[in-house]
């Protein structure tokens, strides 16, 4: 079946560095969405993404729709403490269930 | 976004009982599913809750063990049956809305300990 490669697969930075997370895959999706989760708490939708080579904004976050539809990356500039916690990408592939296919998720943690 | 409640937020339960789990949405909402994360992992669709009808399961999953009711468009119960420890997890309920059926708004979740 479709799987996810996301990576890294944890980061340990200073405040007020840039982060970048990426993930892969084998087969084409239709849509890549990026999610945050704090502990005790359901996934954030935090950007999604629907046409290759979209680059799209949600404040200090970025994320781009790779141009072969088989990946997405997401940077975060000027980290801060509250960016703490984990993000996972997710994919819809060709079948238009609406069935999400989550990556293994990168561990952020920011030193004040 | 649709606000999100799930009941109970956490759970202790005995091995070979069962537990449901309600989803609660305030506003219509196209598609809703329900997920598992087991402690340290990423997230797994169980299945597809259809409206008034079965719901749709993924590989691995089985309507005895995970039984699914949709009754509405706002509303959701996923029943973990038998449990075992293997059962100890994160039950997570998430929706599509109306006219963004590409973007899926999870729930808080349901931490289920099975001892």
């Known amino acids: 079946g479709q799987q996810l490669n996301q990576s890294p697969q944890s980061m340990f930075i200073q405040e007020g560095e840039d982060v970048s997370m990426n993930c892969t895959s084998s087969s084409i999706f239709n849509t890549w969405l990026w999610y945050k989760q704090d502990p005790g708490e359901g996934p954030v939708l935090l950007i999604a993404l629907y046409k290759a080579g979209e680059l799209t904004s949600n404040g200090r976050l970025t994320a781009q729709f790779g141009i072969t539809r088989k990946d997405s990356f997401l940077n975060i500039s000027a980290s801060i403490p509250s960016d703490v916690g984990i993000y996972f990408c997710?994919?819809?592939?060709?079948?238009?269930?609406?069935?999400?296919?989550f990556g293994q998720g990168t561990t952020l943690q920011v030193k004040p | 976004s649709a606000v999100i409640s799930q009941k109970p937020s956490r759970d202790i339960c005995q091995r070979g009982t069962s537990l449901t789990i309600q989803c609660q949405v305030d506003s219509q909402v196209t598609m809703m599913f329900w997920y598992r994360q087991q402690p340290g992992q990423s997230l797994t669709l169980i299945a597809t809750?259809?409206?008034?009808?079965?719901?749709?399961?993924e590989s691995g999953f089985v309507i005895d063990k995970f039984p699914i009711s949709r009754p509405n468009l706002t509303f959701s119960t996923l029943t973990v049956s038998n449990m075992s420890p293997e059962d100890s997890s994160i039950y997570l309920c998430?929706?599509?809305?109306?006219?963004?059926?590409?973007?899926?708004?999870f729930g808080p979740g349901t931490r289920l300990t099975v001892t």
């Open positions: 998430s929706v599509t809305r109306v006219g963004l059926t590409y973007e899926q708004y």
């Open positions: 809750a259809n409206q008034g009808s079965e719901a749709t399961y």
């Open positions: 997710a994919g819809q592939g060709s079948s238009n269930t609406g069935k999400l296919i």
